[in-house]
């Protein structure tokens, strides 16, 4: 199917600033940790407009503009956003994100990317800012624009962020994905890693191999999407395995799964072997379960499939090291350990199975656990290293950073609460996310900070078909300019 130019999709949108920033997002490539062009040429752009720029030893990108003319004496405000995408897509999907550009496309009021991730989080969050950098018109008092790398790949740019390099006192972050809600607050975590060395063992005779594949799931973000029970395919073709295994005398020699730490696994798959002449009952069991697997998935992840081909292997994975790996998944845990007591509605604590390579040799994988509560995290990330100590594997916990603690009493909460309702004719509602923001690991920097987060509704993100709703990007922007002329407006109530 032949795609439109990026310039045919955006054509008409509104805000036209705003578009027309994120179609430049969409050209460039910005995967985790190889932002670098992306930040060049927006420091280019900022230089030819007269801003001042400053790039850190992290890799993050500040741009500040003066005050409008009378607005000199503000509170300083951040506008943050994150540089870098979550890169997935469809297994039929040719797509090369060193180098590609994302193709979007409009269908029902939301730009959408077919195949891919759109980059909607965070790219929609930058063009806001970028569209405030360039506009003359609006009243406001001195910006800073924070726009930081690798957040997608263990928050690296705001890791690394240094103190002192922000003047702002109140800080905005556009990096939520539900338009009407204000954030105060969201999930801290950590990663564990798990690896363990293996001896290959040679081929049986008389044994088939097969690869069996498990795709079709949704996928979707790994703490904003782990509440909606989706399948995860790591653990579903695991669960698939154990079956077999007490069946047959199933041999395995890889399985992998999941392509990020952040996003909920969609694809999974094995190469196994067999006694041979098992073809038929091996292709009927599989159609057991996933006629299972659907049932119990209804409303959810209908369209989960597993099938097999034909494969090759010289090698498989030691008796014993399969049923360790094959035990500890099954039993490693996945999805919502406990719902906040605090916050009604929001998901306290939880972990995700993200990723899995095992071959005869080697095998690794790898979670990733959130939390309201540092102490939440941390005891479920203890439970998964004592799992695997049980079998002398090794299992590291690492890449902590810190929860963004809610502040009812906030100022700028309340402003923000001020200017929705004046804008909109409604209250907005206030909410804390279990995903991961920079706003905790900013604040350890900068604790006196007074921070707060909102944006346009985003669907899907972490995984292809993400869509944000074209709507509610006008709606962001209109709260965006009404929020830094309301900063320091002089008491006549400029606006």
Sequence with gaps: MTQAPLEAVFC?????????HFATLCRIPRQSKAEGRLRDELRQWALARGLVTRIDAAGNLVIRKPASAGREQAPAVVLQAHLD??????PETSHDFSRDPIRPVRRDGWLLAEGTTLGADNGIGVALILAVLEDASLPHGPLEALLTVDEEAGMGGARGLQGGLLQGRLLLNLDTEEWGELFLGCAGGLDVDVQREGRPAPLPEGFEVWRIELHGLRGGHSGVDIHAERGNAIKLLVRVLRGLERRWPLRLAELGGGSARNALPREASAIVALPAGQADALAAGLAAWQSLLRQELCGVDEGLSIRCTPAAARHLMSGAEQAIWLASLHAAPHGVRRRSLKVPGVVETSNNLGIVALTPAHGACHFMVRSLLDSGSSALADEIVS?????????????HYPGW????????????????????????????IHAGLECGLIAANYPDLDMLSFGPTIRGAHAPGEGVEIATVGHAWKLLKAILAAVGAPASGER
């Excluded at 799992?387 to 916990?397: C, D, N, P, Y």
């Excluded at 603690?405 to 804390?432: D, I, K």
């Design 85 to 90: 995408m979550v890169c997935q897509k469809t």
């Design 12 to 20: 008409g949108l509104e805000p036209t600033a705003v578009w027309a």
């Design 387 to 399: 799992l695997f100590a049980l079998s002398g594997t090794t299992a590291e916990k690492g890449g």
């Design 405 to 432: 603690e809610p502040n009812p009493a906030s100022p700028l909460l309340a402003l923000c609460q001020s200017v929705y309702r004046r804008e909109y004719g409604a209250e907005a509602r206030v909410q804390v």
